[in-house]
């Protein structure tokens, strides 16, 4: 059962006057085995342009604290798009760097780099 039917369950029983100190208890412990085994994870998507919705150039993933290499074949690449992984419930945390962008002759890194995590 995820959060939200948890709560409602629990806005049902406040309504019938049946919600106790053990019900939210269990939020608690629940909240906390999450927050356990629950790690960051991140994934740079390079793009062909600052938009959200251009084409993936390049990708990496850190998953459980290691660094997943991406296929060689962007076919198998799980998002053509930034906006692709979004859908997917990643959320962008650093967008391209748009000072890097403004001299075509001196690029430095990645000037169209997106940072998301889940």
Same mark, same amino acid.
């Given at each position: 059962m995820?959060?939200?039917?948890?709560?409602?369950?629990w806005?049902?029983?406040l309504? %019938?006057?049946? *919600?106790?100190?053990e &019900? *939210?208890?269990?939020? *608690?412990?629940?909240? &906390? !085995?999450d927050g356990a085994?629950?790690?960051q994870r991140?994934?740079?998507l390079?793009t062909?342009?600052?938009?959200? /919705?251009?084409d993936?150039l390049g +990708? %990496?993933?850190?998953? &459980?604290?290691?660094i997943?290499e %991406?296929? &060689?074949?962007p076919?198998?690449?799980p998002?053509?798009t930034?906006?692709e992984a +979004? %859908?997917?419930?990643?959320?962008?945390v650093?967008?391209p760097?748009m000072?890097?962008?403004?001299q075509e /002759?001196q !690029?430095?890194g990645?000037?169209?780099e997106?940072?998301l995590?889940?």
């Open positions: 995820d959060y939200r039917q948890l709560i409602e369950r806005l049902d029983k309504r %019938a006057g049946t *919600l106790v100190e &019900d *939210l208890q269990l939020a *608690l412990r629940r909240i &906390d !085995a085994t629950r790690h991140l994934l740079y390079q062909s342009t600052t938009g959200v /919705d251009s993936v +990708m %990496a993933l850190v998953e &459980d604290g290691q997943l %991406a296929p &060689d074949d076919e198998e690449w998002y053509g930034v906006l +979004m %859908a997917d419930g990643w959320r962008v650093k967008f760097e000072a890097l962008l403004l /002759d !690029a430095y990645f000037g169209c997106f940072i995590e889940s």
